[in-house]
């Protein structure tokens, strides 16, 4: 009974533990995080970074979370992970508006594209089009996407969120939001799109 117990108590700790790591590295928390250390190291005055990252929270992270918990408060969604794949239809789609909205402000700004987004919004069409065939975790595929923009600057920062990406993944496994293939799925998509970013902006360097 003891041991029955104690193994109860573990499968429980675990999924809630599962739990806060799939919140704490919810794609739009990622690419804040990685949107802050990127103003603090990429060269750039203080002024041009407070713009950018201002664009970027009330243009696209605000809008989505907003969406999202709207969506979620109205039960259009099942939760926060739009773990649906029928219900993702309409969140990719607005995730792609606020990214045009987005390149297309930043644009008006700055006469140039912001090349970062840009891709980010590639990875979005990507993955709305795998949906049609096989619900790909953007847990895992956005947080790899951030492993590759941290190693852009530090390799020592990409081993370190490419770990917590390997976690996260896990935790997707085990609170059941995904099978192994839609992980493999999300991880090659993420894989092919980071290689293509980072690629592209060696050239434009």
Same mark, same amino acid.
């Given at each position: 009974?003891?041991?029955?117990?104690?193994?109860?108590?573990?499968?429980?700790?675990?999924?809630?533990?599962?739990?806060?790591?799939?919140?704490?590295?919810?794609?739009?928390?990622?690419?804040? +995080?990685?949107?802050?250390?990127?103003?603090?190291?990429?060269?750039?005055?203080?002024?041009?970074?407070?713009?950018?990252?201002?664009?970027?929270?009330?243009?696209?992270?605000?809008?989505?979370?907003?969406?999202?918990?709207?969506?979620?408060?109205?039960?259009?969604?099942?939760?926060?992970?739009?773990?649906?794949?029928?219900?993702?239809? &309409?969140?990719?789609?607005?995730?792609?508006?606020?990214?045009?909205?987005?390149?297309?402000?930043?644009?008006?700004?700055?006469?140039?594209?912001?090349?970062?987004?840009?891709? +980010?919004?590639?990875?979005?069409?990507?993955?709305?089009?795998?949906?049609?065939?096989?619900?790909?975790?953007?847990? &895992?595929?956005?947080?790899? @996407?951030?492993?590759?923009?941290?190693?852009?600057?530090?390799?020592?920062?990409?081993?370190?969120?490419?770990?917590?990406? @390997?976690?996260?993944?896990?935790?997707?496994?085990?609170?059941?939001?995904? &099978?192994?293939?839609?992980?493999?799925?999300?991880?090659?998509?993420?894989?092919?799109?980071?290689?293509?970013?980072?690629?592209?902006?060696?050239?434009?360097?």
């Amino acid at each position: 009974m003891y041991i029955w117990g104690l193994k109860k108590f573990m499968q429980l700790s675990i999924y809630q533990l599962s739990q806060w790591i799939s919140k704490i590295f919810h794609p739009i928390i990622s690419l804040t +995080i990685f949107f802050v250390y990127y103003g603090l190291n990429n060269g750039k005055g203080i002024k041009e970074n407070s713009l950018q990252f201002g664009l970027v929270f009330g243009i696209i992270i605000l809008p989505i979370a907003f969406w999202i918990t709207w969506n979620v408060k109205n039960q259009r969604y099942s939760n926060a992970d739009v773990s649906d794949r029928n219900q993702r239809k &309409t969140l990719y789609f607005f995730i792609e508006g606020m990214q045009m909205v987005y390149l297309l402000v930043y644009y008006f700004i700055n006469q140039e594209v912001d090349l970062m987004v840009l891709f +980010i919004l590639i990875l979005t069409i990507v993955m709305q089009m795998s949906n049609y065939f096989v619900k790909s975790s953007m847990h &895992t595929a956005f947080n790899v @996407l951030v492993a590759f923009l941290f190693f852009s600057y530090s390799p020592l920062l990409g081993i370190i969120w490419g770990t917590i990406t @390997l976690i996260v993944a896990i935790s997707r496994l085990i609170l059941k939001r995904h &099978t192994l293939s839609e992980i493999i799925w999300g991880t090659l998509i993420s894989f092919v799109v980071s290689f293509a970013y980072l690629y592209t902006q060696s050239l434009l360097n």
